[in-house]
């Protein structure tokens, strides 16, 4: 079982950056990858990036490829989203996620058992 917490979202003018975090409970946190997803109003929930468990393994949307990067710090049980030249497109309820699926890295969000409550990240024009 796995609780995951997000946090660092907020409102930002288009070009600027923030720094989400999922924090997670559990101690088999560093045995699972993990993703994260975000849905924007009135929208599906979509793959936005994943990281396989020891955190050297990374897929994104095409689309924010070169602006956003994963990280994980298993020792702190804690998985980031850096997120730059952020656009208003970007903005979302952004989700992490845990799952130990093999299809993990495809972004098919039923490769996931594990979900936060979600964190609003707003970009402004």
């Known amino acids: 079982q796995v609780q995951l917490v997000e946090s660092g979202g907020g409102l930002v003018q288009a070009g600027g950056s923030l720094k989400l975090s999922c924090a997670a409970a559990?101690?088999?946190?560093?045995?699972?990858?993990m993703g994260w997803f975000r849905q924007a109003p009135g929208k599906d929930r979509e793959f936005v990036t994943a990281i396989n468990a020891g955190g050297y393994i990374t897929y994104y949307k095409d689309s924010v490829r070169g602006r956003f990067t994963v990280s994980r710090d298993n020792a702190k049980n804690t998985m980031y989203l850096q997120m730059n030249s952020l656009k208003p497109e970007d903005t979302a309820v952004y989700y992490c996620?845990?799952?130990?699926?093999?299809?993990?890295?495809?972004?098919?969000?039923?490769?996931?058992?594990?979900w936060g409550q979600g964190t609003q990240v707003t970009v402004s024009s």
């Open positions: 559990g101690r088999t946190f560093s045995s699972y990858p």
């Open positions: 996620a845990a799952g130990n699926d093999p299809k993990w890295y495809t972004g098919d969000r039923s490769a996931y058992d594990y």
